[in-house]
């Protein structure tokens, strides 16, 4: 390939990552960007993970030989067997250098470590280059050709490292993203969802329900006593009391496979699941109101279960299983029960729930009733776009 070719291939290789719409998309594009760019039979794209001192393999592109899966679920090399990533840089660019790729042969006179891999797949040469994000190794770039093609020499290893380059300016606006949507869809105290990240789920395991039928249940949380704790300890120990829920939330939301577990706002939580039983989900809701009672502060949890795997008639929006939810969390409160109120097995919960206000048409909100519940985030203020909807246009 002449240098126009080259030329196109990075331009192409840039583009095919910032089209991609997943981080999987993204390193699936890069490495058969880099695999094409190179005239390679086989490409992947390994990080290094520091904290287990391992190479793992991201995505294997071209013709993949036998074990090697697109994308591994847990291919892994430790980085002793392959030390140039934690020693070769270093010595290199470190100090002052810019990162190089290198090649290894199986005619190597001394074939390293990858040269044998090269022999027993098949292959006959391979080129390495680094993937440095903000000044640090995060990975490598591997492309390889089959046995019987030409060699790599050192004009394909300048090359390479510059794909290497690229392909590490594109993880890093990857990453930028990934950030800046975590943070869009994160509670920043507690670190569960936030209420956008629920809106979002719930719209799409409503059309799941739809669509197939999954069940689909959602847990609204009360916690008791935050107001008390924030008026006699101090609004950090609140935060305490808010973080320490969160985590017995989170625990509890593992038991449900896929749950989402997430803060409203204030001192309100809640649980979202999709497939699991309306038993299996008020059974875990139990041993949430049973963790959180034993927590050193707050006075427990009131919860609301509302799940399509009950009688609860048909639900048309999101905002009526919020209702239903919340209905049952405020009986659940108003009764100090010490578990979960279910709507659908307590048809006073569905009546609550859809009952229009007198005199208005408007549904019913459930909170400030004088409860006297509030914190750091209980606030009016701290709830912009709370779920206790009067919308009756919304109404199913």
């Not at 577990?261 to 809640?270: I, S």
């Not at 497939?275 to 109101?289: H, Q």
């Not at 729930?353 to 459930?366: H, K």
Request: aromatic residues 4%.
């Amino acid at each position: 390939m002449g240098l126009d070719g080259r030329l196109r291939a990075v331009v192409s290789l840039a583009q095919a990552m910032a089209a991609a719409r997943t981080p999987q998309e993204s390193v699936r594009a890069a490495a058969r960007g880099a695999r094409r760019a190179m005239d390679g039979s086989f490409a992947a794209i390994s990080a290094w993970e520091r904290e287990h001192g391992r190479l793992r393999v991201l995505v294997n592109e071209g013709e993949r030989r036998a074990g090697e899966e697109e994308f591994p679920a847990d291919e892994s090399y430790p980085v002793h067997d392959f030390p140039e990533i934690t020693e070769f840089l270093h010595e290199l660019w470190v100090g002052g250098g810019g990162p190089h790729a290198w090649v290894e042969s199986v005619g190597d006179a001394r074939p390293g470590r990858r040269g044998e891999t090269l022999r027993r797949r098949g292959r006959g040469t391979c080129v390495v280059a680094p993937l440095v994000l903000s000044g640090r190794a995060w990975g490598e770039l591997y492309v390889a050709r089959d046995e019987g093609l030409p060699d790599f020499d050192e004009e394909d290893a300048e090359f390479a490292a510059v794909l290497g380059a690229v392909v590490a300016a594109g993880l890093a606006q990857n990453e930028r993203l990934a950030e800046a949507r975590r943070l869009a869809f994160t509670d920043p105290l507690t670190g569960l969802a936030n209420r956008r990240a629920v809106d979002v789920r719930l719209d799409e395991a409503l059309e799941e329900h739809r669509a197939t039928g999954a069940v689909v249940s959602l847990v609204v949380c009360d916690l008791n006593g935050l107001k008390r704790v924030n008026d006699t300890l101090g609004h950090a120990t609140g935060d305490r009391l808010l973080e320490r829920f969160g985590s017995v939330l989170s625990r509890c939301g593992a038991m449900l496979p896929g749950a989402l577990a997430a803060r409203l706002g204030g001192d309100e939580f809640c649980l979202l699941s999709v497939g699991p039983s309306a038993d299996e989900v008020v059974r875990v809701t139990e041993e949430l109101c049973t963790r959180a009672a034993g927590l050193e502060l707050g006075d427990g949890v009131a919860c609301g279960v509302a799940s399509t795997g009950d009688d609860i008639g048909t639900v048309k929006s999101s905002r009526r299983l919020f209702r239903l939810a919340d209905a049952a969390q405020y009986k659940a409160k108003a009764a100090r029960s010490p578990g979960p109120v279910v709507a659908g097995r307590d048809t006073a919960v569905v009546r609550l729930a859809d009952a229009p206000q007198p005199g208005t048409g408007e549904r019913r909100r459930f909170r400030g009733r004088g409860t006297g519940e509030g914190g750091p985030g209980g606030r009016p203020e701290d709830h912009p776009g709370g779920h206790h909807v009067t919308d009756p246009a919304n109404s199913p």
